[in-house]
């Protein structure tokens, strides 16, 4: 069974940095794309942004300049680096995978249990 698990998150003040990270652990033959989500309270699950396994990148326009996404195939972890957060970055941060755990296995879309992000002053 493959898993995820998140960690960074915490209280920091506008302007300030986070830097998150999301390692996959279990039975895993190769990981394809990682991205970073969020879900501010009363609000819709959205796109923060993705990378795919050779390292391309894509961004939604929020945080575009701000926030860089990055991963270490060696380590199964993806990582989100957010400078300049604003009080709008505030909300529970979700990674997933796109996750074969065999060769003969499919794609499986696994999603973390989040991360709280709380940016206030």
């Known amino acids: 069974q493959v898993q995820l698990v998140e960690s960074g998150g915490g209280l920091v003040q506008p302007g300030g940095s986070l830097r998150l990270s999301c390692a996959a652990s279990?039975?895993?033959?190769?990981?394809?794309?990682m991205g970073w989500y969020r879900q501010a309270p009363g609000k819709e699950r959205e796109l923060v942004a993705t990378i795919t396994n050779v390292g391309s990148t894509n961004y939604a326009d929020p945080v575009k300049g701000r926030f860089t996404i990055s991963r270490d195939n060696a380590k199964n972890t993806v990582y989100l680096q957010m400078n300049s957060l604003e009080l709008e970055d505030t909300a529970v941060y979700y990674c997933n995978a796109e996750i074969r755990s065999s060769k003969w296995a499919a794609r499986s879309l696994i999603w973390g249990q989040g991360t709280l992000v709380t940016v206030s002053s």
């Open positions: 279990g039975s895993i033959f190769s990981i394809n794309a």
